[in-house]
């Protein structure tokens, strides 16, 4: 059977009236806060285009398909939340294992001139992945302005991370290939299994100071240490845009909630208008004599039994005397 245009449109209508299409939309839902949660850590315009975008798209997909409901927008959170964070935690797990090799630097150009007295270079460790327990050699280039430098001592911080709490320690490291501008320092450490942070700091007796970025490293453990690690730390982390998810829920609530009541108001005054409209016909109808019938006008009396007569009687409607012209 061919597969027309119109065909796939009515397979498509019957398919959006089914669960399947709710659970299919709220797992793309997922994927695409998953791909745009990265954003959030750029510049401040990034970041708080992230935290409208993520939420917006979570609420305007489901509306735009139909749906109103208030509860079902509620639940909606959950699936999203929950596969956002599943693909986040995964990206960042493939991301702190992919690395083959460490460069640590203070964040300056080696060939810049503006730079300050002090300033750490190729900061590294070998070997870079091995399974614990295992003897790492971390090592690191320092760059000074000798003029300005005096008694430099440099460190290794390396932190153990377990879940959401963290234990750093700091080694002092050894000299070794040692010019008038530059050096290079160097420390062992057998690590037992564990997840790692390292990074390297130097100050000296001038009170200068300068610090590298920090890695997670050495790899001591596979892929799914790090994606349990990631878990937590992304689920706090996607806390944020989707708090602004149930603002956006709260302001359509709030709105439909004050449609409704001005829908009321207007509905109550035209019923007043109504009512007083209607009371203002019966004032002007003619209202009837007391006893319920309208009084006949009385022309004549007469003269036998003095009963009233009217001028259009031509006897007496009591005792029956025939009047004369």
Known sequence: MELTPRKLLEYFTKFRKTVYFRILYLGVLGVIVAELFPIIFGNAATACLGLL???????????????????????????????????????????TVAPNRFDLTSGYAPNDPGLPVLTLWNGTV??????PPANFNFTVRLKILPANVTGVTVYLNLTAVSGLSSDQVSYPMSAFNATSTETWYTVSRTLSPGLYVFGFWANDTGGNVTRTFLAFGPITGGFFDYYAL?????????????????????????????????????????????EKDEEEKEEEKPKPASGGKAAKVTAFTCTNCGADVEDTDEKCPKCGAVFED
């Open 126 to 131: 070998d070997p870079v992945r091995a399974p």
């Open 53 to 95: 975008l993520m939420p917006a798209a979570v609420f305007v997909v489901p509306y735009y398909f139909g749906e109103r409901r208030m509860k079902n927008f509620a639940i909606n959170a959950l699936p999203v939340f929950v596969i956002a964070v599943l693909l986040i935690s995964f990206f960042q797990a493939q991301a």
């Open 230 to 274: 990631w878990a937590p730390f992304s689920a706090i982390d996607l806390a944020i845009p989707f708090s602004f998810y149930f603002v956006i829920l709260f302001m359509y609530w709030y709105t439909g909630r004050m449609r409704k009541s001005r829908e009321r108001m207007i509905g109550r005054a035209a019923e007043r208008k109504a």
